[in-house]
């Protein structure tokens, strides 16, 4: 039922005193009548509502120019009243029964924007990243790397090794040679204990100590080597970067800003030794690395006999998947040999490296320099991607 009739006080705009009234709904306006005193009328036409907006707030209406004539109504539901009394008059006053729906386009408005946020974070700018980084420029690249490089391998713990340096070196140029393509590359070898390779965008590839430890011939480490020049070649590592980056460095790579991909190749130089591909990523590195090995004569049993040799690592050392999209050992030892499988190099005979002859006391020569308390963590590897 409609209450037609509510209890409020009226102010004249003269004066200071508040009145008691009695108002009473009309479908041309509110009558006011003021305890014991005069009776006039409001048309809704001339009345503009200053306050009861929000629940439980008074509701106060206004009449005239800037001293304007004032009738406050406690009672908030007095606009409920005044909407069913006369919908079409009560159109220019606020309506508490919208106030709900009000909220509830807020939260589904708020719920839309949370999962809009979350899809182009999972999905819009992986979709974003995997479109644009076939248009980065080299040089971008190359500048990105070069700053990397710097955080990740400086001076001071590089191998300085000649005949090292060369023996990798050489491992690049005959790879490289076998499958030619745009990229530079260069290897840097550092004195740590950890069990990894990193590839920079552009061509750099850092190879840890850790990592050189464990390989058995310097075939092994030209399957190292392959792999990460795939990850180079084929742009992973720079799509990934983006993947994880803002908005500055994406605008930067488009637009082939290199001081800014070595600004922001400062930032992120942290991230890319535990940067991380996608399955497919990782598939296509091996399968690419293998070719580059056949096509390079060189024994493609030593990528397969390396991945074996993280596999006893790993189950020695109790060492987790780091990504759950990664391919396991097993999975790619297995693809490797349906490569090779398919290659039909049955009876071929490949082309030995020459520092294979002393590969074992060469490979020493950039040992991780251990500290008191080092030895037990120095022997423990990360998972090499």
């Known amino acids: 039922m409609i209450q037609i009739t509510w209890q409020g006080y009226y102010l004249d705009g003269k004066t200071a005193d508040k009145r008691a009234v009695e108002i009473q709904l009309l479908h041309e306006g509110l009558k006011i009548t003021i305890k014991a005193g005069a009776v006039f009328l409001w048309p809704y036409s001339e009345i503009r509502q200053t306050q009861g907006f929000y629940h439980n707030e008074p509701v106060q209406l206004e009449r005239g120019g800037k001293i304007p004539e004032i009738l406050l109504i406690q009672e908030h539901e007095f606009l409920t009243s005044l909407h069913h009394f006369t919908p079409k008059a009560a159109k220019r006053f606020h309506n508490p029964a919208q106030r709900g729906l009000r909220l509830r386009l807020t939260l589904y408005a708020s719920a839309g924007i949370i999962a809009a946020g979350v899809f182009f974070y999972i999905w819009g700018i992986p979709m974003l990243a995997k479109a644009i980084t076939p248009h980065i420029p080299l040089e971008w690249e190359k500048g990105m790397g070069e700053s990397a490089l710097s955080m990740l391998a400086p001076e001071e713990i590089r ?227």
């Open 159 to 385: 191998c300085n090794d000649g005949e090292l340096q060369q023996a990798a070196d050489d491992m690049v140029t005959r790879l490289s040679a076998a499958d030619p393509g745009p990229y530079s590359f260069k290897v840097y070898l550092v004195k740590s204990p950890i069990f990894n390779a990193v590839a920079l965008p552009g061509g750099n590839i850092i190879v840890f100590g850790g990592l050189l430890e464990k390989t058995q011939s310097p075939e092994a480490l030209a399957a190292v080597l392959a792999h990460e020049m795939q990850h180079i070649k084929q742009r992973h590592v720079t799509k990934r970067i983006i993947e994880d980056s803002s908005t500055g460095l994406i605008i930067s790579a488009v637009s082939g800003d290199v001081t800014g991909s070595m600004l922001y190749g400062v930032k992120i130089a942290h991230n890319l030794a535990m940067l991380s591909y996608s399955r497919q990523d990782e598939e296509a590195a091996d399968a690419g690395g293998m070719k580059m090995l056949l096509a390079a004569n060189l024994d493609p049993q030593a990528m397969i006999n390396f991945f074996e040799i993280m596999k006893e690592n790993n189950e020695k050392f109790k060492i987790p998947q780091y990504l759950s999209t990664h391919p396991n050992n097993d999975e790619r030892i297995s693809q490797l040999k349906t490569i090779i499988g398919k290659a039909k190099t049955s009876g071929h005979t490949y082309t030995k490296l020459t520092a294979g002859n002393n590969w074992n006391q060469l490979k020493k020569r950039c040992a991780p320099t251990k500290k008191p308390g080092d030895d037990t963590e120095s022997t423990k590897p990360s998972e090499y991607k």
